[in-house]
């Protein structure tokens, strides 16, 4: 595993960095916001432990420019600060998990690997099928490199059918990807949101890229 830790206190860090030597990870260790912001986002980790109280940036600044470069990383939170806010304000700014201070290296590997387990399955942040590029981080939508403006409904249909490429994806698997219910229906509506996607895809280009499969679906060629 490769792990990066952000991490001010030199007794804190150090002993992280044992610790994760030991396990038989590579570890990394910036001691400030700014450095470990600048390494976070120039290398790849599979992990990132941030304390939030960092010198000359606050770890919760560094979290939030990570994510706003679309750098997806586990990052575990590490801090003195405790409160219900605290947490919250942590977890919404992108964290997977937070820990605080004083801990045991032993509880922190083991939320590292829950961490990981989860992140292994995370959808991949951008969709690519053909010339259609979906971005989830941004939502939004190109073909051909040509910006396409999709409603919500519209987005979560195309992400659908983008990642069964290939593969029919049937009404009842729309309806529960948008409504989470496996109710069908006898209404138009999916037949509805698809002619309107099809019109905003197609606009510019002579081949339709959603086709329907008689009785059974829609799908996307994957090539």
């Known amino acids: 595993m490769?792990?990066?830790?952000?991490?001010?206190?030199?007794?804190?860090?150090?002993?992280?960095?044992q610790g994760f030597v030991e396990t038989g990870s590579e570890c990394a260790w910036a001691k400030d916001g700014p450095r470990g912001l600048e390494m976070a986002s120039s290398q790849q980790y599979d992990v990132i432990i941030l304390d939030l109280m960092l010198p000359r940036l606050p770890g919760l600044e560094v979290l939030k420019k990570?994510?706003?470069?679309?750098i997806q990383s586990p990052v575990i939170l590490l801090t003195a600060l405790g409160s219900v806010d605290d947490r919250v304000a942590g977890l919404n700014s992108g964290a997977d998990d937070y820990l605080v201070k004083p801990f045991a290296?032993?509880?922190?590997?083991?939320?590292?690997?829950?961490?990981?387990?989860?992140?292994?399955?995370?959808?991949?942040?951008?969709?690519?099928?053909?010339?259609?590029?979906?971005?989830?981080?941004?939502?939004?939508?190109?073909?051909?490199?040509?910006?396409?403006?999709?409603?919500?409904?519209?987005?979560?249909?195309?992400?659908?059918?983008?990642?069964?490429?290939?593969?029919?994806?049937?009404?009842?698997?729309?309806?529960e990807h948008l409504w989470q219910s496996d109710w069908e229906g006898t209404t138009n509506v999916i037949e509805v949101h698809i002619n309107r996607l099809r019109g905003k895809l197609d606009r510019k280009f002579g081949e339709s890229m959603i086709q329907t499969v008689r009785g059974r679906g829609y799908a996307i060629p994957a090539a």
């Open 105 to 175: 290296f032993t509880e922190l590997m083991a939320r590292i690997e829950a961490v990981c387990r989860r992140t292994t399955t995370r959808p991949k942040p951008v969709i690519q099928v053909r010339d259609i590029t979906l971005d989830l981080t941004t939502r939004r939508v190109t073909r051909g490199g040509v910006e396409v403006d999709l409603t919500p409904t519209e987005f979560s249909l195309l992400e659908l059918l983008m990642r069964y490429a290939g593969q029919v994806v049937t009404r009842k698997m729309l309806c």
């Open 66 to 70: 990570l994510r706003a470069q679309g």
């Open 2 to 17: 490769n792990v990066l830790v952000v991490e001010d206190d030199p007794v804190i860090g150090k002993a992280l960095r």
